[in-house]
């Protein structure tokens, strides 16, 4: 049974202490069947994935990940979700006409990344976004043609959740009236 929506947001978190326990490529599958559900612009779904989950294919993709010892907790990942932009979007006529292609695009990619790590926790799986990374290398790794800007690392943490320390809402709501 699924865990219920806020007991999820409340135990997701960027984990930078991953065990060596192994993923099975089912469940990184599962995740992305999942995340793909992510709503978009006239369902434009503007994504496209590279998935590692092999201990080979995720030595390769540290090492785009963790140059000039960037990163270095990726160690124990035991899968990679690096996301593209897709080569075409196709949005309505209507839509296009007033807006380029990839207007929402940027937008929806970080729709779809948020329902990856929420569908990866929700399967006990832990996570952490990668913004830093080398395209190109990756690119020429693994024989891809197109831009990454953002990869999910995947793995089960060693640490309980921390507890979360958020601004209260009359600090982050603009017009916020008690």
């Not at 949005?91 to 329902?115: C, R």
Request: aromatic share 10%.
């Amino acid at each position: 049974m699924s865990k219920q929506f806020c007991e999820l947001i409340n135990e997701r978190q960027a984990c930078r202490n991953f065990s060596d326990k192994s993923i099975e490529k089912d469940i990184v599958y599962a995740i992305l069947e999942d995340a793909i559900k992510a709503p978009s612009a006239c369902n434009s779904q503007p994504w496209r994935v590279l998935v590692t989950c092999t201990p080979e294919e995720n030595a390769k993709m540290r090492k785009c990940l963790q140059e000039d010892g960037k990163n270095a907790f990726l160690d124990n990942a035991q899968a990679f979700i690096a996301v593209y932009l897709a080569d075409e979007i196709t949005l309505k006529a209507s839509v296009s006409a007033k807006f380029p292609s990839s207007h929402f695009a940027e937008y929806d990619l970080g729709e779809f990344i948020a329902y990856i790590t929420l569908a990866a926790k929700d399967k006990g799986v832990d996570s952490c976004i990668i913004g830093w990374l080398n395209n190109a290398k990756i690119n020429e790794t693994f024989g891809i043609v197109g831009k990454c800007d953002i990869v999910v690392s995947l793995g089960y943490g060693k640490d309980a959740p921390r507890v979360k320390n958020r601004f209260p809402l009359s600090k982050i709501v603009l017009n916020f009236n008690d």
